[in-house]
């Protein structure tokens, strides 16, 4: 009796970790299942280079690299603030920062984290777009540039939390053999924790950038969501997540070609991230430091 | 190596000296920076939303006009959607942080499962707002109800609530498991005595965070259609007569805060921004007060805990 009612909550237990396993499945099902239909319509070849992205027009062109350019700038823009800021803060709080200042800084970074990227998309399309056209007045509402800034403020807590972990993991015997060659506190920083906890640092950037490549909200308040094939930040443009937001404010029907490019869309972005992660994996395995 | 004079080395050790106190320098202005961001953003939206918060906005519906407008159906579609997150999320989630500390054996499933978890952390919400579309609204026809975005919500933060478990599940001493198998107490018996107990501050921390963040997320929310013109609440969930539970709020059309702030946003017109900024400060309230509960709780965890 008890033996059996033992059995059955652990099938229960179970039941609920494989759960994750049936998201994941699930993700994949429903972006492949969907993906396959739109690619019947759409050769492969012409969704990675055609150089026009018109899926709604009567003259349709499926070119994802047009939505990709507005990803890989403000990303580029995005990580170009947050991963110095973040490293800068990191190694400041791991290895300068008295206590207190610590004690402060670090639930005041968390809170900086936890804020709902859409109040960081008004305040990117309502403050900083403003204050910019202030410095450069031809800049037009929606742009690249302020969008990617905002982001790259959002993006800094995650870096810098992660990185300061990996930081603090690394032994004190380390720092003291440093201190006893004579070294000042930024060599010690700089030559002997940044490189010990260097597989930490590389998944904090690697966070980063999935987190980049996967934020929706601030592109599609700020950037303006026309798809536009540019690497000029000061312009507006489309992301790949700012299009699957436009899609689905529309109301298209279940089943049409429109419907089936958002899914195509987010395979793409799936298997980036995915990417990242593996690569997060591989880094972490190959310069991992144990002590 | 040349050898040098004392006072070379003394400029030497002054010139490293400096560069210390400029690190630390640069170290204070990107902590600065992030503060004045932090800052701006909120006095930005308290100037340009105070003078529309009021008990009329709080209890309004939305309207064609912007003084007039409210938050009210947007309020109660993100508590009831809450609702929904936290009673999938916390049973699965903590249900699955306990088999995998407690119970599995290492081998390849445990592996797989761990592996499976940290990527899931990694992807995109506005993936699982797809998933959501393609699987609850479309195939197990949910439409697009409360019950669609609390279930899609909850698969969001699962990670979330798994990883807090497991972490707070760790720091409990294996004497403790010892003790209690010492008394002949089973597996389950062990768990939900001690373990589920001791942990149960830490769980909480992880479940009031993945909350936090959920009642924040809008593009999934978006990509199963919620609504953004909610004129009237959903069916109420107690009712007058027997059984008195109703679940048609389940079912019901709604609208949520981000959604109601990402609607306003949008418009061109000045007055419906002020209304983001009001509706954006009340959520940016909520939000910081349940991370600071969730830092609080964590902080006095750490100061309480002995073993």
């Known amino acids: 009796m008890r033996f059996w009612r033992e059995r059955l909550i652990e099938a229960a237990l179970l039941a609920a970790a494989l759960a994750t396993i049936a998201t994941t499945l699930g993700i994949v099902y429903i972006l492949v299942k969907e993906s396959v239909v739109f690619f019947q319509h759409v050769p492969l070849w012409q969704f990675l280079t055609d150089r026009q992205w018109t899926p709604l027009f009567a003259d349709a062109h499926f070119g994802i690299v047009v939505l990709l350019s507005g990803t890989l700038v403000s990303s580029a823009i995005a990580l170009a603030i947050a991963i110095p800021m973040g490293t800068v803060i990191a190694m400041y709080l791991a290895e300068f920062a008295p206590f207190r200042v610590r004690e402060v800084a670090k639930p005041l970074l968390e809170l900086l984290g936890g804020i709902p990227t859409i109040v960081y998309g008004y305040f990117a399309l309502l403050f900083v777009t403003p204050l910019l056209q202030w410095f450069y007045p031809a800049l037009p509402g929606f742009n690249l540039l302020s969008a990617g800034i905002v982001m790259g403020i959002m993006i800094v807590p995650y870096v810098s939390s992660l990185a300061e972990d990996a930081m603090r993991a690394v032994p004190m015997s380390l720092r003291e053999g440093s201190y006893a060659m004579g070294a000042t506190r930024f060599q010690t920083a700089a030559k002997i ?65 429109g419907y089936q490019t958002i899914f195509a869309a987010g395979l793409t972005l799936l298997l980036f991230t995915l990417a990242c992660n593996v690569l997060g994996h591989v880094l972490r395995r190959k310069y991992r430091e144990a002590y | 190596m040349r050898e040098h004079s004392a006072a070379e080395l003394r400029a030497l050790i002054a010139l490293h000296r400096r560069g210390d106190v400029l690190f630390a320098a ?6 600065g920076i992030a503060a004045f961001a932090f800052a701006a953003l909120f006095f930005d939206m308290l100037v340009s939303g105070a003078p529309r918060l009021s008990w009329q906005f709080l209890t309004g519906f939305p309207s064609r006009h912007a003084d007039q407008a409210g938050i009210l159906s947007a309020l109660v579609g ?55 579309l393609g699987l609850f609204v479309q195939q197990f026809g949910l439409g697009q109800s409360i019950a669609a975005a609390g279930l899609t919500l909850a698969l969001l933060i699962l990670p979330v609530v798994i990883v807090a478990t497991r972490e707070a599940i760790r720091t409990i001493p294996q004497g403790i498991r010892e003790g209690a198998y010492a008394l002949g107490a089973t597996r389950w018996q062990m768990v ?25 997320e809008t593009a999934p929310v978006i990509t199963i259609g919620a609504l953004t013109f909610i004129a009237l609440l959903p069916p109420a969930p107690v009712t007058p007569e027997f059984p008195w539970l109703s679940f048609e709020w389940l079912r019901s059309p709604f609208t949520v805060m981000p959604i109601q702030i990402f609607n306003w946003t949008s418009r061109p017109q000045a007055a419906f921004h002020a209304n983001a900024a009001a509706a954006g400060l009340v959520l940016v309230l909520m939000t910081l007060a349940m991370n600071g509960l969730a830092i609080w709780l964590r902080h006095r965890l750490r100061a309480r805990m002995r073993w």
């Open chain 2, 192 to 216: 939900s005595g001690h373990i589920l107990p001791y942990s149960s501050p830490g769980i909480l921390t992880g479940i009031i965070i993945g909350l936090a963040r959920a009642i924040g």
């Open chain 2, 78 to 132: 993100s508590a009831l959607v809450m609702l929904v997150t936290a009673a999938v999320a916390v049973p699965l989630g903590v249900a699955a942080g306990v088999y995998l500390e407690e119970y599995a054996r290492r081998g390849w499933l445990a592996d797989l499962i761990e592996i499976n978890i940290t990527n899931l952390a990694g992807v995109p919400s506005i993936v699982y707002g797809l998933l959501a």
């Open chain 2, 26 to 31: 640069l170290g204070i202005l990107a902590l």
């Open chain 1, 193 to 257: 924790v940044v490189p010990a906890a260097f597989s930490g640092i590389a998944s904090a950037y690697i966070l980063g950038i999935s987190r980049a490549v996967g934020e929706t909200m601030i592109l599609a308040v700020a950037a303006g969501m026309q798809p536009n094939l540019t690497l000029n930040p000061l312009e507006p443009a489309a992301t790949i997540t700012a299009y699957i937001v436009q899609v689905a404010l529309g109301d298209l029907p279940h089943g049409s070609i």
